[in-house]
């Protein structure tokens, strides 16, 4: 209840940065490795990334 109430005012105040053209690409792409990978392998992809 706490959660959904959290939530709730989260989603009437939050309101997203408009973000650039190289994010919004990044963006993309990091949606799209999250669909095609498990979850392993696409924590494994971001660590590569990190390091």
């Given amino acids: ?3 959904e109430l ?3 005012l989260y989603d009437c ?3 997203p940065a408009e973000l ?3 994010e919004e690409e ?3 792409y990091h949606k799209a490795s999250i ?3 498990a979850k ?3 924590k494994l992809v971001l ?3 990190d390091a």
Avoid: D
């Fill in 6 to 8: 959290l939530k709730g």
């Fill in 35 to 37: 669909e095609a990978l």
């Fill in 40 to 42: 392993p392998e696409h």
């Fill in 13 to 15: 105040f939050y309101t």
């Fill in 1 to 3: 209840m706490e959660n």
């Fill in 47 to 49: 660590r590569i990334i």
């Fill in 26 to 28: 990044v963006t993309a």
């Fill in 20 to 22: 650039s053209e190289q």
